[in-house]
Structure formats: C-alpha cells, structure tokens
C-alpha cells in the first residue's frame, strides 16, 4: 500500500528480487471441428522437478477467428523458451 503523495515508503527491508526471463512472441489460431474456437484461455505450464507440480507461465485468450497471442508479464510480451504442457480451456 503506498502513502497518499504514491512514493515509495523508506524502508530497511530489501524485497524480493524479480526474476524475469526472456520471452518471445507466440501466437496461434485454435480450432474446433475445422472452426475458429473463440473465447478460449490457452496456458503454458511449466513442469517443477523440485515440487513435481505444474506451474503456470503465461496464457492468452483466442479472437472471434480462434487467434491468440501469449502473454507473460506484459500484454502479448510472449513466453519464455522452455518445454510446456499446454492446456485449452473454454471461458465464456
């Protein structure tokens, strides 16, 4: 929470580092039946070998056409490169 002026309170405590890794751009068009499958969430996810979970990445929302973009931590800043399981999930 930030002071009413929005400046950085003074503070002892360092914070957590934010680590961010490269990304670059993924797009795709997904289809259902031979048709564009709009409204669609399609999310990466990373495998942690020290938890044995899944952990979510980055994701994007399809067009009318069934065409999305993935965003990470900017809107359409792409995805880190790695190996990904990918899921497709209707959202509206």
Do not use: M
Not at 38 to 46: E, G, I, L, Q, Y
Not at 54 to 78: H, I, M, P, R
């Amino acid at each position: 929470v930030l002071p009413a002026d929005l400046k950085t309170p003074d503070s002892d405590e360092k914070g957590v580092a934010v680590r961010r890794r490269p990304t670059h751009p993924v797009t795709g068009k997904i289809l259902l039946d031979g048709k564009p499958a709009p409204r669609v969430t399609v999310a990466f996810h990373a495998f942690n070998r020290d938890t044995e979970r899944w952990n979510y990445v980055c994701d994007g929302l399809t067009d009318e056409d069934g065409t999305f973009q993935v965003s990470t931590y900017a809107k359409f800043d792409g995805c880190p490169a790695g190996e990904y399981a990918v899921t497709v999930v209707k959202t509206g």
